[in-house]
């Protein structure tokens, strides 16, 4: 092997050392939401929303993807899952909206809801707290009730390894 062709191997060995380095960090910097470089309210959270005195909270689920999208469901037959999107604000701050179908005890389209969201995640990065204000539409998109109040809170989902094996 020539002197020319042996640096040039020794380039393109570096060179793909260093793009299989860049892709291992890209693919990890957010596995768990809190690696450093990503974004840490990436992830699914358990959430409970408190809707005020006269109504039971609300369990749910809601996952914030890397494309600032967001995914949610409740434990309630009168709602289907919630769509949206979200924005980092600054520091701890982010913000949300996300909106769902709405249907009566028999399964009847009523409209939908609209909920925005001011998110403050814990300085650990497990929890957040959240202020929303919601509206609701009819089938037709007039607004029948106007900002109702609700707080949030929601903790992050880790993965509980198990010692069996495939």
């Known amino acids: 092997?020539?002197?020319?062709?042996?640096?040039?191997?020794?380039?393109?060995?570096?060179?793909?050392?260093?793009?299989?380095?860049?892709?291992?960090?890209?693919?990890?910097?957010?596995?768990?939401?809190?690696?450093?470089?990503?974004?840490?309210?990436?992830?699914?959270?358990?959430?409970?929303?408190?809707?005020?005195?006269?109504?039971?909270?609300?369990?749910?689920?809601?996952?914030?993807?890397?494309?600032?999208?967001?995914?949610g469901t409740g434990n309630t037959l009168v709602r289907g899952p919630s769509h949206g999107a979200w924005e980092h604000v600054s520091g701890r701050l982010y913000a949300d909206t996300q909106v769902f179908f709405r249907f009566d005890p028999t399964g009847t389209f009523l409209g939908t809801q609209r909920i925005n969201e001011n998110v403050r995640l814990a300085p650990d990065g497990d929890s957040f707290t959240t202020v929303s204000i919601s509206n609701l539409f009819d089938p037709n998109g007039n607004l029948v009730v106007g900002g109702l109040r609700a707080t949030v809170t929601g903790t992050r989902i880790h993965i509980d390894r198990i010692p069996d094996l495939p």
């Open 1 to 71: 092997m020539t002197r020319r062709t042996s640096l040039a191997s020794a380039i393109a060995l570096i060179a793909v050392a260093g793009l299989v380095a860049a892709g291992a960090i890209y693919a990890s910097s957010g596995d768990d939401g809190r690696s450093q470089g990503a974004n840490p309210i990436i992830g699914s959270w358990e959430v409970t929303v408190d809707r005020g005195p006269q109504l039971p909270p609300v369990k749910g689920l809601t996952t914030f993807t890397r494309g600032h999208s967001l995914i």
